[in-house]
Structures are given as C-alpha cells and as structure tokens.
C-alpha cells in the first residue's frame, strides 16, 4: 500500500478488527465490516457486505495502492456531481448536513470505484 512521508498507508484500512476480534473496517472499500474476512492469519482482512460478492477477485490483488488511486477519480467524481447538484461550490456556504453529504459522496465514490475496477479485472496502469 502506498505510504504517506510519514510512513502511514494513505488510505488506512487496516487494522480490520478491534481488540476483540470484532469486525470494523471493510479491508476493500473502508465502509463497515461484516464478520467476513480473507485472511487466514494476523489481520482478519473483514470485508463489508458488498465487497463480499469480490472476495476471489480481491485475494489475486496483492497490493491495492494502484487500485486505490484509481479510486481516487471517482471520489473525486462523485464529490464534483454533488457540488454541481447542491449549485454551491464555495464550501463554507455548507451548512453540516451539506458537508456531510459531500463527505458520503466522496467515500461511496471512492469504494464504487475500487469495486468497479476489480469487478472488471481492469487494471488501473
């Protein structure tokens, strides 16, 4: 997974369980984890219930740093989509519910994305 300068990965979708063992994070997409997980030792890998349907798809995909990025452009995508609808492009005329819904569009952008292209086999490079 890329990293940031800091040595963090830029989309930090691991650790996928809490202290307990409890699902939280989809390992694919970042939205809440279902108790699914791909991986048979260390980090369970829990997906969400969409991401499930991609489990064989996403145990070839060893590294999903070019995915991710790909994803980018259709948060990217779906954030432009919203501003255009809403009619407002300068964001502090967002009231809470309007910054929220930007953010929602941003992260369901970026995980429909990331399915899309491994659905397709699509490599993004």
């Known amino acids: 997974m890329t990293k940031l300068p800091t040595g963090k990965p830029i989309i930090p979708f691991s650790p996928t369980a809490d202290d307990q063992g409890n699902p939280t994070i989809c390992h694919c997409c970042g939205r809440r984890a279902i108790g699914i997980g791909m991986a048979p030792k260390g980090d369970p890998a829990y997906v969400c219930g969409e991401c499930v349907l991609l489990v064989e798809e996403l145990r070839k995909v060893r590294r999903l740093d070019v995915y991710e990025l790909a994803a980018l452009d259709g948060a ?10 809403k009619g407002l492009t300068d964001l502090q005329f967002y009231d809470e519910l309007d910054q929220r819904l930007l953010a929602k569009a941003a992260v369901m952008g970026f995980a429909d994305r990331l399915r899309k292209l491994l659905r397709d086999g699509a490599a993004p490079f």
């Open 76 to 85: 990217v995508d779906a954030m432009g989509d919203y501003i255009n609808a």
